[in-house]
């Protein structure tokens, strides 16, 4: 079982969010949607540290709400920069030499599953570098921003949306981001400076539900499933839950 480090960025500004609380520190059916996600990977045995970076605008008011949280599951707080790509290289400036693969997951995608997980990490340790992806469904539209005008339709065949968890060798990203200034600009995900590096990067099919919360409407959708869920399956085999702040 390969060592794997996991960098969660939180840095965001959440401004299609909207709203006075940026979106990984909002209440998701009871759970902050940043530890939402930080939980599918702090109980892995095959999961040697968690890294959640953060903007040091909200560092003080995250340790005084969730300091408990991060003390019991051992998870270190890094600070974030302006871009993603710069919180996630902030973070992997600290992974320790023993690491073999590091994983990159959204502190906005909650809905991930053991499943999934387990398949991008076994991909990664095969190939060397895989991410969670899922089939565009719908027709592509090239639209003119300024008159919404429609200016062109883009063939969907081949075309994959890119999700999280994102996992690679370690000295495969820690060269890719070493080369990243190379890399034209936007750097929207990890695979993308590691497919400049030249690496080979495989997709394995994700899930519609493992989506990124970036607007309101997904926090409601995100609920739903979750509830569902909670009548379901997550009720015979609830993740471990730190419900009882008395006990930390
Ligand atoms: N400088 C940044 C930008 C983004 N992120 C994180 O990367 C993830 C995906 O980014 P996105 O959903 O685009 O979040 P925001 O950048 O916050 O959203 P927006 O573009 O609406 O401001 C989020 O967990 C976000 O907090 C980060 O750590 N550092
Ligand atoms: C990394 C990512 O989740 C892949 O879909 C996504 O690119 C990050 O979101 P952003 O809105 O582009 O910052």
Redesign the pocket.
């Known amino acids: 079982m390969p060592s794997v480090a996991v960098v ?10 909207g709203g006075l609380e ?3 520190f909002v209440s998701l059916d009871g759970r902050p949607v ?1 530890q939402r996600s930080a939980e599918l990977f702090w109980n892995r045995p095959d999961v040697s540290r968690v890294y959640l ?1 953060l ?1 040091p605008d909200d560092r003080a008011d995250f340790r005084a709400r969730f300091g408990h949280l991060i003390a019991f599951a051992n998870v270190e707080l890094v600070d ?5 790509f ?3 290289a902030n973070a992997l400036a600290r992974v320790p030499s023993g690491v073999e693969l590091i994983a990159v997951h ?4 909650p809905l991930g599953t053991p499943a999934l997980i387990d398949a991008v990490f076994g991909a990664a340790a095969e190939h060397g570098a895989a991410l969670l992806a899922v089939p565009v469904a719908d027709t592509l539209k090239r639209v003119d921003a300024a008159t919404n005008r429609v200016v062109g339709t883009t063939p969907r065949t081949g075309l994959w949306q890119a999700q999280t968890p994102q996992v690679f060798r370690r000295d495969w990203l820690l060269d890719a981001y070493a080369r990243r200034a190379d890399v034209p600009q936007p750097v929207t995900d990890d695979a993308q400076l590691v497919e400049a590096a030249g690496y080979p990067v495989v997709v394995v099919p994700g899930s519609a539900t493992n989506f ?3 607007t309101r409407d997904d926090l409601s959708l995100a609920e739903l499933i979750l509830k569902a869920r909670t009548g379901s399956r997550e009720a015979d085999q609830p993740p471990v839950r730190f419900d009882d702040e008395a006990k930390w």
Do not use: Y
């Open positions: 969660i960025p939180a840095a965001g500004q959440s401004s299609r969010f940026k979106k990984p940043w970076v903007s974030g920069g302006a871009e993603r710069e919180s996630v959204d502190a906005v995608r990124k919360i970036t």
